[in-house]
């Protein structure tokens, strides 16, 4: 693989549109960046866009990649590294590029690295140079990197994340483990508060006693999580902001029903579902109607 390094990623690239202004102003507003430099007679284009005039769009540039390069992905899909993940991009800016500049480039696999182990799984990192002209002039470098890898196995029983016990929510925990759903009450104006918090958003009062949940609620509002996936969890999976009878809400899984079958008004009905050794949370048993 190393026999790459210095080989052409692309060669003669040319940019699918000069720098021009609407490209300009489409991007400073998607940033919201208003540096006067970008607009006017005299503008230029902002730095960081370097990329955005190189890029082939859906259809790709005419003289598309190098062979090198192909063969180089190629041999990394044979070798199990059959992902792709973006890590990194350095830039470098030598001069500014102004409206109906016409950019020219040129791409070389700068560097393919060791097998290395991320938290993702091994790979080879490769880092292609891209040097953008106008004319014969270099105006700007483009670095980019992307890590090929085999996908790591995932572990067989991944456990769910731990929650986040803290000094103004412990007594929630504790409750929880005694598979009792408690609501803070503020002992000044009986506000009922949740989540946990260290003092009252009605008077601000430090001073709180609980009350128990009755375990009876209706869905408020839901989200059906499809993606991205997360250890422990398997989507599809159903996601509800519980209204409780005591009418202060809550998110939790919503289960026992299937996950398009949740509905904004749903009964539900407050369970304790134990996870692993340590971990017990209430979620919400739906009611289909
Ligand atoms: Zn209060």
């Not at 692309?10 to 021009?20: E, F, I």
């Not at 009792?180 to 009922?192: D, E, G, Y």
């Not at 902001?241 to 539900?268: Q, T, W």
Request: proline residues 8%; neutral net charge; charged residues 25%.
């Amino acid at each position: 693989m190393k026999a790459y390094e210095g080989r052409a990623a692309a060669v003669a690239g040319t940019g699918r549109d000069p720098v021009n202004l609407p490209m300009i102003r489409h991007w400073c507003e998607a940033m919201g960046d208003r540096n006067p430099a970008y607009a006017g007679p005299d503008a230029i284009a902002p730095p960081t866009m370097l990329q955005a005039w190189i890029m082939g769009g859906l259809d790709g540039h005419a003289g598309g990649r190098a062979r090198p390069y192909e063969e180089l992905l190629a041999l990394l899909d044979e070798e199990g590294c059959t992902s792709v993940v973006a890590t990194d991009c350095e830039q470098e800016y030598l001069r500014p590029l102004r409206p109906g500049d016409e950019v020219a480039f040129d791409t070389v696999i700068e560097s393919v690295s060791e097998r290395k182990t991320t938290k993702l799984g091994t790979g080879h990192f490769v880092t292609t140079r891209t040097d953008v002209r106008v004319g014969s002039e270099l105006v700007g470098t483009h670095r980019f990197r992307i890590l090929k890898y085999a996908p790591a196995r995932r572990k067989q029983r991944e456990r769910r994340p731990r929650p986040v016990v803290n000094r103004d929510n412990a007594g929630f925990w504790e409750g929880v483990r005694e598979h009792r759903l408690l609501i803070q009450r503020c002992t000044a104006c009986a506000t009922l508060r949740f989540p946990w918090l260290p003092g009252c958003h009605a008077c601000g009062c430090p001073d709180w006693d609980t009350v128990e949940a009755e375990g009876t609620g209706t869905v408020f509002s839901y989200v059906v999580m499809h993606h991205p996936p997360f250890p422990a969890f398997e989507p599809p999976y159903a996601i509800g902001l519980v209204e409780l009878a005591e009418g202060v809400r809550i998110v939790s899984n919503v289960v026992g029903v299937p996950y398009d079958k949740v509905r904004i008004g749903m009964p539900v009905r407050l369970e304790f579902r134990r996870y692993d050794e340590e971990l017990t949370l209430p979620v919400f048993q739906g009611v289909a109607q």
